[in-house]
């Protein structure tokens, strides 16, 4: 019989971490805090700004996300499950009177040699039902509204114009020039902001963890 001085737990595998980022996407809210189920993981991230990814044992964590410095009444209170080698973003978007937190899965596919993927998450709480497309008409993403995660696509890398235009018309709502996306490499293209109003409607390209 084969003997160990070592209890079994010695020779289980430590989990693979999974990782998390908050998003503040909510145009009129002011700096937020952030707390996973009682840690503050984020503090004064104020809107269109991004935490960098933060490492997670995998299980289930309350989220609650507070005007900054305070730690009263929650702005959102929600639930993530992180399932093992995993990554996500926590989007919060709306306007404050109706904030929500959007929990963006961070899939990767796999990439053929020099390809990268992009997907189109939509988080313009005014904006139309959009088609994101290229200067030379080739259509990305159809018919994405409000809180919509698109599908994965794999594309070339290059130096890309894209246009929001509204849903299944030629009717330009913003054009974001010189947007590279480099090989190898996994990308997240936002949509922020309010057309016609101010803060500007504007895209955040976001480089995903997959990426690096």
């Given at each position: 019989m084969y003997?160990?001085?070592?209890?079994?737990?010695?020779?289980?595998?430590?989990?693979?971490?999974?990782?998390?980022r908050?998003?503040?996407?909510?145009?009129?809210?002011?700096?937020?805090?952030?707390?996973?189920?009682?840690?503050?993981i984020a503090q004064n991230l104020t809107y269109k700004n991004f935490t960098p990814y933060l490492p997670l044992t995998p299980g289930r964590y309350s989220i609650l996300i507070y005007p900054a410095g305070t730690k009263v009444t929650p702005l959102i209170n929600t639930s993530l499950d992180v399932m093992p080698d995993s990554?996500?973003?926590?989007?919060?978007?709306?306007?404050?009177?109706?904030?929500?937190?959007l929990i963006v899965p961070d899939t990767a596919l796999p990439l053929p040699a020099n390809r990268s993927q992009i997907k189109f998450v939509h988080l313009s709480p005014n904006s139309p039902?959009?088609?994101?497309?290229?200067?030379?008409?080739?259509?990305?993403f159809r018919n994405i509204e409000f809180k919509e995660i698109s599908n994965n696509l794999i594309i070339n890398p290059s130096r890309y114009t894209i246009q929001a235009r509204v849903a299944g018309t030629t009717q330009?709502?913003?054009?974001?020039?010189?947007?590279?996306?480099?090989?190898?490499?996994?990308y997240t293209i936002y949509a922020v902001g309010l057309a016609d109003q101010n803060p500007p409607l504007q895209m955040l390209i976001a480089l995903d963890k997959a990426s690096y």
């Open positions: 003997y160990s001085p070592y209890p079994p737990c010695m020779y289980r595998m430590a989990p693979i971490p999974s990782y998390i908050i998003l503040h996407a909510s145009p009129d809210t002011p700096a937020v805090d952030v707390y996973a189920s009682g840690n503050l990554n996500y973003t926590i989007a919060a978007t709306g306007m404050r009177r109706d904030i929500k937190a039902m959009v088609d994101l497309v290229t200067s030379d008409g080739t259509i990305l330009v709502i913003l054009t974001v020039p010189n947007v590279v996306i480099q090989g190898n490499r996994y």
